[in-house]
Nanobody
């Protein structure tokens, strides 16, 4: 059983900062890509940023220069540092990871999601 648990969301004023964390736990052999998505009310879920096991990163245009994704491979954790937050960043943020676990038929990779954490940017 694999779980992703997010933390760090909350209410912040425009221009402020927040740091999200997502820890993976359970029967984990390795983790490939890890990422953060967000979903605002009435909108589809969208990719915010992702990072490979080797540290290569990718960002949505809307957050480039303001958000930084990083990961701690030893602790199976991914972070999202969000600076210069704007009201349009308000959304539920979800952690996503491609995690490999051993099963009776061998090593299998599955896509996992966290439960989501609310980020609200408002004065």
């Amino acid at each position: 059983q694999v779980q992703l648990v997010e933390s760090g969301g909350g209410l912040v004023q425009p221009g402020g900062s927040l740091r999200l964390s997502c820890a993976a736990s359970g029967s984990i052999f390795s983790i490939n890509r890890m990422g953060w998505y967000r979903q605002a009310p009435g909108k589809e879920r969208e990719l915010v940023a992702d990072i490979t096991s080797g540290g290569s990163t990718n960002y949505a245009d809307a957050v480039k220069g303001r958000f930084t994704i990083s990961r701690d491979n030893a602790n199976n954790t991914v972070y999202l540092q969000m600076n210069s937050l704007k009201p349009e960043d308000t959304a539920v943020y979800y952690c996503n990871a491609d995690i490999g676990s051993w099963h009776s038929l061998g090593l299998k990779y599955n896509d996992y999601w966290g439960q989501g954490t609310q980020v609200t940017v408002s004065s």
